[in-house]
Structure formats: structure tokens, C-alpha cells
């Protein structure tokens, strides 16, 4: 009798015990993914080249995988095969979920503005109030609110603003709200010449693509050049990254100028008025997903210092205060790069 026969055997007939053995069960491996993420922590401050080793899943990948440098390294190009063709634009806008930044401010904005995973348009209030209330998604925490508390709301409409999404369910939702969209994809190459998007939705509904030309959705694809060689199957091809850092890197591709806002990355304050031990501890432990935070954490505070030293980005979001103080930026290169 299989292990799945008995778990729903326990599970039919022993609701108490099941939730018991559940909830111990989520506690251990908490304990042992804070047991990870406290070595990662030690190795980074001491030995970075040697942070995989402790990575939970094995986002992070031996030396001999990575590339060698990374001046002028850019981590994505773009697969044109599943791409469409953009017009140039000369300066954008592009705003994160973060609440550094005042969504009121998009009245001001006269450049397109593309708007990074919100899973709900922005809504108006009676009184021109803008507000971001997500619904039935992985980001319901950026605004825990009763609907009732702001009276009757609309979509707000601006047809300067583009929606960035990934998932047919909100595309549909968005579109049925008379808002612009762009779907935003990556992939990584299998083999050679053979690229595999990492979507779970795109690689099994076939009619994905179908699903986007029918209603007139335009796509950037781009393929992720984190590792200089395919890891073996004992390392993840995902690349916890986030939704912002692949988005920003796509406006790349046809905005000369982009200007990010809300870039946060959960950090409630800036990272300048940090310590070495108050940064280390947000990297952890305020984001919801436990199973990747810090790995994604590490990455995305490298990126951001990067793209903000580019004269074409400007970040006025939190992350947009990452500095090498404490040397912390040269030690996460070296888990990222050889």
C-alpha cells in the first residue's frame, strides 16, 4: 500500500490526527529552511562561493555553471521566436506592488507607465483616491482591506498605463476591465537550441499563444542566461527572481529610459539606514514566501544595485538605496558569478 493510500486513509477517517501530523510536518520543515537560510547567511558573510550548498532547493549552482564575470553581463536576451515586435519608446514608467511608492502619483505621470504583476486594476474612489486591492492571488498581503471601508470604486482609467501579466486567468480579467496588457514570459534552454518556458500554464496549454494573438495580447519572451552551462537535474532551472527584475530587464529591450517605482521587495525601510544584521534579517524573514525568500532576496538586491548605477534606470523604490556598504554587494557576486 502506497504512502498517498494511508495519508488519505488518515486523512478520510482521522481528521484530528491528519491536521496534527500536517501541522507538525509544515513546522519541522520550517525549522529545517531557517536551518538553511541562517547557513546561507554564515557562508555568505564568510564563504559566498559556497552559499549553494545550502540553498533549500538549489536555486544556487556550483562554480563550474556559472559565468565568469559580471561586467556587462546582462542575465536575459530575448527569444524573439516568441516575441513581438515593439516601437521604441524614449521614457517609461514602471511601478512594483511596493508601498513606498503613492499610486496618486500616476496622475502625474505623462510617459507610459507599465505596471509589474498587479493582479487587479487600480481603483478609483469617489474622491479620485487611487487604490490597489488584489484579490484571489499570491500578493493579497500588499493591502490587507476591507472593500467595504472605500464606497463604491471604478477601474481607474488611464490609457497610459500597461498592465504586465503572465497568468490567462488575469488576462482575461484585466481585459474584460477595457485595460492594456503585455504578457511577459521566460524560458531557459534544455538543450541546445531548445527553449522551455518555465510557466507550468504556458508549457501545458498548448493554446496559450492562440489564446494571446486571438485578443490582440503582444509578448516578450526572454530566455535567462543566470548560469553559463545547464546545471545538472539536482538544481533548479527556476531562477527565483521575483516578477520585477525579468520585467524591467523586458522594458529594457524597447524603453531608453525607465524610471521603477515600489521596488521594495518587502524591505520596510531602506537598506542605507540599515545594519548589516537588520538587512540580513529582512532578506528572511519579510517575505511570505518562505521557501525562496532569501535566495530571491540575494538576487534581487544585486540586480537592483547594478541597474541603478545604468544612466538610462532610475529606481525610486526602497531598493533604489541598496549600496556596497559593508562589502555585501562584492560577497553576493561571488554567489552569483564565479
Known amino acids: 500500500m502506497s504512502l498517498s493510500i494511508y495519508k488519505n486513509l488518515v486523512k478520510k477517517n482521522l481528521p ?154 488575469y ?35 498548448k493554446n496559450y499563444y492562440d489564446f494571446l494573438s486571438k485578443n490582440n495580447i503582444e509578448s516578450i519572451s526572454l530566455i535567462h542566461k543566470f548560469y553559463k552551462s545547464n546545471p545538472t537535474k539536482k538544481y533548479s532551472h527556476w531562477v527565483p527572481t521575483g516578477s520585477v527584475l525579468p520585467n524591467i530587464f523586458a522594458l529594457s529591450t524597447f524603453v531608453d529610459k525607465i524610471n521603477i517605482y515600489g521596488w521594495d521587495f518587502y524591505f520596510d525601510k531602506n537598506p542605507k539606514d540599515l545594519n548589516l544584521f537588520q538587512i540580513l534579517y529582512r532578506m528572511y524573514s519579510l517575505s511570505p514566501h518562505e521557501s525562496t525568500s532569501f535566495e530571491s532576496s540575494i538576487i534581487n538586491y544585486y540586480y537592483a544595485f547594478k541597474l541603478n548605477q545604468l544612466p538610462n534606470i532610475k529606481i525610486y523604490g526602497r531598493l533604489g538605496q541598496v549600496s556596497n556598504k559593508y562589502n555585501l554587494i562584492n560577497k553576493i557576486e561571488k554567489v552569483i558569478y564565479k
Not at 173 to 197: A, M, T, W
Request: include cysteine.
Open 171 to 205: 488576462f482575461k480579467r484585466l481585459i474584460d476591465k477595457g485595460v492594456k496588457v503585455l504578457n511577459v514570459q521566460i524560458y531557459h534552454e534544455k538543450s541546445i537550441d531548445n527553449f522551455e518556458p518555465l510557466s507550468q500554464e504556458v508549457k501545458e496549454d
Open 16 to 169: 484530528f490526527l491528519y491536521k496534527v501530523l500536517v501541522s507538525i510536518k509544515k513546522k519541522f520543515a520550517n525549522l529545517m529552511r531557517l536551518k538553511d537560510v541562517l547557513l546561507m547567511m554564515i557562508s555568505l558573510l564568510f564563504f559566498p562561493r559556497y552559499v549553494y550548498l545550502f540553498s533549500t532547493r538549489n536555486f544556487f549552482v556550483p562554480t563550474k555553471n556559472r559565468n565568469n564575470s559580471s561586467t556587462n553581463h546582462i542575465p536575459y536576451s530575448t527569444y524573439l521566436k516568441k516575441s513581438n515586435k515593439q516601437n521604441r519608446i524614449p521614457e517609461a514608467n514602471f511601478i512594483a506592488v511596493g508601498d513606498s511608492f503613492n499610486l496618486n502619483e500616476i496622475k502625474n505621470f505623462k510617459n507610459p507607465t507599465f505596471l509589474s504583476c498587479f493582479w487587479n486594476t487600480i481603483q478609483q474612489d469617489e474622491n479620485d483616491n487611487l487604490f490597489y486591492i488584489p484579490e484571489d492571488n499570491l500578493q493579497s498581503y500588499v493591502l490587507k482591506r476591507n472593500k467595504n471601508i472605500f464606497g463604491k470604486l471604478k477601474t481607474y482609467d488611464n490609457n497610459n498605463l500597461i498592465y504586465i501579466m503572465t497568468k490567462k486567468k
